[in-house]
């Protein structure tokens, strides 16, 4: 009989393209990967991986296992999340990623809540961008996360996920202080389109947003600068550097120097937590979505 472990191990390798790098995803040891492959090759009796450079290559055999293996631990974590309902105890483990705004602006509510209510459940948080969370929820290095997308560019799930809103959160236009827009209480959208602009980091959503919002309006982005932490744009628009849409949700206080200005229409971005339709039984993600809603309807600038 094969064994589920050893599956989980294939499956890992094929994910991640190399003995080592599964060993890293499931927290063992190189030798333990490489036992188990050893063993489940003298259960299959067929090869299953080649040398292929650094890495390695699954063989046809192992292509088709896991096939199989994909499905046979869906249906092993939804036997899983079926047993945490029965028992309906919030307790284990679980990780969490999500865009560092998110983190920022509703994670230390909802930790603080789940803490309190569930000491039996660990959760593990690692901060990403969009580009990586999705992978690490394909991948099944994460059980939910936090996303942010903006209105008129959404983005596209996995298939096999469930998921939830949280909030709007909306993005103001920040400017040095002794700019000649600064002291408007409200800005049209159009008066901003030529201004040098502060960006996010260029492999960011939110950076490819910026472009093609300013590209659907007729006008060509003027980037000055790609940052990405929130603090370091705001001092770089105290020194007189730029403007940068600058979205509520975990921006914390405004230095001396830098107005922020509402823009109308208003730019929004969505905010939602997903995880795998097979875990959705699962007390602890249910308890931990209930949190993060929560820290969303409390939450105040």
Known sequence: MLS??????????????????????LHVTNSAVSQQLTKLERETGQPLVERNGRGVRLTD??????????????MVQRAEAELEAHRDDVTGHLRLSGTPTAVRGLLPHALNALNEAHPGLRLE???????????????????????IDWVG?????????SRASLMEDIGDIALPADHPLAHRELLEIDEI????WISWSKASICNDW???????????????????????????????????????????????????????????RQVYVFWRTDASRRPA??????????????YTE
């Not at 055999?61 to 869906?74: G, K, Q, W």
């Not at 560019?153 to 996920?161: A, D, H, N, Q, T």
């Not at 389109?193 to 040098?196: E, F, H």
């Not at 472009?211 to 007189?240: C, F, W, Y």
């Open 4 to 25: 589920v472990d050893r599956l989980r191990v294939l499956h890992a390798i094929a994910v991640h393209g190399s003995l080592s790098a599964a060993a890293q995803a």
């Open 61 to 74: 055999a192992a292509e088709l296992l896991v096939e199989h293996t994909a499905r046979i631990l869906s």
């Open 125 to 147: 948080l690692h901060e990403e961008e969009p580009h990586e969370s999705l992978p690490a929820m394909v991948r099944g290095d994460a059980d939910l996360a936090m996303i």
């Open 153 to 161: 560019s959404p983005l596209e799930l996995p298939p096999g996920m």
């Open 193 to 196: 389109l030529t201004l040098p």
């Open 210 to 268: 910026l472009h093609d919002m300013i590209r659907s309006r007729g006008a060509e982005p003027r980037i000055v600068h790609n940052v990405e932490e929130h603090q370091t744009k705001l001092a770089l628009i105290a020194a007189g550097i730029g403007a940068a849409v600058m979205p509520r949700l975990g921006r914390g206080a405004v230095p001396e120097g830098v107005r922020v200005v509402p823009v109308q229409p208003a730019l929004v």
């Open 285 to 298: 993600i249910r308890a931990t979505v209930r949190a993060l809603r929560e820290a969303a309807a409390t």
